[in-house]
């Protein structure tokens, strides 16, 4: 562990001590009611979506579910490990995926998916999702920049089949320029095991196809057509099918707003859309799934797969800007998970200028899967809402969790290269207490009079509401915002211990059993929270029982527990002893987990 960590958990540590035998000041004038009723809105969470994607495999972070995707796949070799960078770095062919993987898998065919699924099985068996190549052709060598001349088809791509109509090789063959989908997941299958067997969960079928034309112009230079996507996306479903029945088809990995409406301009949906009478492009690609299924007899499309990155501007005019200490930024951010599932709220960006005609985003998907292909799922493979060393990030990513639990999402998965404060708020929802406790299963109605200022969701585990995990978040850029939080059911709930994500340090603070920011009389808890926070309760008749229901959830490893512990020295203690007084005169009652 590096020095400054040290430091870090030491002081955490140190000021915990102090600044928990402060008495909480009175709130400011900010006042929120939450009402939680656990007999309504029951709804099951499903546990996938607290994922991350690749490129944060080797972050500290109690994830879900793990994705092997982004523009990097769409060229990947996965007989060489070979990828090609695209029009993200000069079309360059290289081994940059073997760089993040361990030596013995270099030259092992599938080496990225066989440490997918490893690293998942460390995480106490994540979901693997991997992506399939179908944009036509991958990287055939490892020897730099491919210029415009090179263009496929030449020497330095091999073609794309998605099926190889005759019988599958134990090892592929590297010298016959053509790479097969379906061989590929016939060798995971045959090397990890099947999806219900310890091997890859799910497949993505490719990655933003609406784009292939911009970032992968030298081996798809035309635009996507709506009717090739969908042709090649069943060919490769059934051949997924046809070798393991259980895996689940992720489809099609679209990248953003534009190509949920007409496909990116694709250059068929004019033609297509005549005749019918589809609201956007992901009305015809369900409904073609589902005719396929039917055609076929086997589910074709278990996840429909969006990506959403917001579009929302902050006060200086910016998309996602930087302007920590800039309120009107901030409250953008704070703000701009709405556009996923509230219709009063517009934000402002060039999606709300153009009519935001499919915003709130997750209704209108699943009124477009409720019309057209019923029973499949809402993934979000791709998203971020921006400011990952900053609380504001940490808080707008735990609302957009409580968002997708809200709204019934299957599996979501963060993409960005670094998420310091959104790791942080996954584990507030996963592994609270460094012992792998986690937000529940089940959600239960949860209601705030004043969602600008405060979002709120409450879960339990299964049947069982002796036990209540809150997530609240206070929006407020510098003031206190007081939350009464009333719990409708008769039960005899006397007990709160605190945990949160505040600006001190991106991680999960443990703020006590007995803070004195949370206070009960009555029906009633009371919790002054502090600006720009968001905080994790856990209510229970009493000690014991929250206790009982957290220790049968444990699933992190004592290492991962024992990294938690850090012993002090004499320079360490110094260091602290200064922070401590700074973090005492500006956060008040913030103790550290770790």
């Known amino acids: 562990m590096k020095i400054h960590k040290k430091i870090s958990a030491v002081c955490a540590s140190a000021a915990a001590a102090i600044l928990c035998s402060m ?176 091997g890859i969960k799910g ?26 996507i969908v042709e090649k996306s069943v060919t490769m479903s059934k051949a997924v099918k046809d070798i393991d029945p259980g895996a689940e088809i992720f489809g099609p990995a679209l990248y953003g707003y534009s190509a949920f409406v007409d496909f990116a301009g694709a250059p068929d949906w004019k033609e297509i859309n005549q005749n019918n009478d589809y609201r956007w492009f992901i009305d015809y690609y369900l409904d073609e799934m589902r005719k396929a299924e039917e055609e076929n007899g086997v589910r074709l499309l278990d996840v429909l797969d969006v990506h959403y990155y917001t579009e929302a501007k902050g006060e200086c005019g910016e998309r996602s800007c930087g302007h920590y200490n800039r309120e009107g930024c901030v409250n953008a951010r704070l703000n701009s998970t709405r556009s996923l599932w509230d219709d009063t709220y517009k934000e402002d960006s060039w999606i709300t200028d153009t009519g935001a005609g499919f915003f709130p985003l997750l209704p209108n998907l699943k009124q477009s899967i409720d019309t057209y292909y019923p029973g499949t799922k809402i993934g979000i493979t791709e998203y971020n809402f921006g ?9 707008a ?99 709160v211990h605190l945990y949160g994500l505040n600006s001190f340090s991106p991680q999960v603070f443990d703020m006590t059993d007995s803070n004195a920011a949370v206070t009960i009389s009555d029906d009633t808890i009371t919790y002054e929270m502090e600006p720009e926070t968001v905080s994790l309760l856990v209510i229970a008749k009493d000690k014991n029982a929250a206790e009982a229901d957290t220790s049968k959830d444990s699933k992190v490893t004592s290492s991962k527990a024992e990294k938690s512990s850090v012993k002090t020295g004499a320079i360490i203690g110094s260091v602290c002893a200064a922070v401590v007084l700074a973090a005492g005169a500006f956060f008040g009652l913030k103790k550290i987990k770790k």
């Open 387 to 395: 400011a990952s060393y900053d609380i504001s990030g940490g808080i």
């Open 203 to 228: 497949y993505s079928l490719d990655n933003e196809p609406g784009l292939w034309q911009y970032t992968h112009s030298l081996i798809h230079p035309e635009a996507t057509g709506c009717k090739e």
């Open 397 to 495: 990513q735990a609302d957009t969790l409580g968002v997708f639990a809200q709204n019934e999402v299957y599996f979501a998965t963060l993409f960005t290269g670094e998420a310091d404060y959104q790791c942080a708020a996954i584990d507030l929802y996963t592994n609270y207490d460094g012992k792998g406790s986690g937000f529940g299963d089940t959600l239960v109605s949860c209601e705030s009079d004043n969602i600008e200022l405060s979002t709120a969701y409450a879960a339990v585990n299964g049947e069982n509401d002796d036990v209540i995990t809150l997530v609240v978040t206070n929006k407020s850029f510098k003031e206190k915002t007081t939350a009464n939080i009333k719990i409708n059911g008769g039960k005899d709930y006397g007990y």
């Open 23 to 198: 008495t909480a000041g009175a709130a400011d004038g900010n006042t929120v009611n939450i009402n939680i009723d656990t007999s309504k809105d029951r709804k099951e969470i499903s546990p996938y979506i607290y994922g991350i994607n690749s490129e944060l495999l080797y972050k500290d972070v109690s994830c879900t579910a793990i994705r092997a995707g982004g523009n990097r796949f769409s060229a990947y070799n996965w007989e060489t490990n070979a990828s090609n960078a695209g029009s993200d770095w000069q079309n360059n062919s290289d081994n940059y995926f073997q760089q993040s993987i361990p030596d013995e898998l270099d030259n092992t065919p599938g080496g990225v998916a066989i440490n997918l699924s490893q690293k998942c099985e460390e995480r106490n068996n994540a979901y693997p999702l991997m992506t399939l190549q179908m944009a036509g052709y991958v990287s055939a060598d490892m020897n730099g920049a491919v210029s415009e001349t090179e263009a496929a088809p030449s020497a330095r791509w091999n073609k794309v089949e998605l099926t190889k109509g005759s019988e599958f090789s134990a090892e592929p063959d590297l010298n016959d320029g053509t790479v097969y989908m379906d061989e590929f997941v016939n060798y995971l299958v045959n090397t990890l095991g099947d999806s219900q067997n310890g």
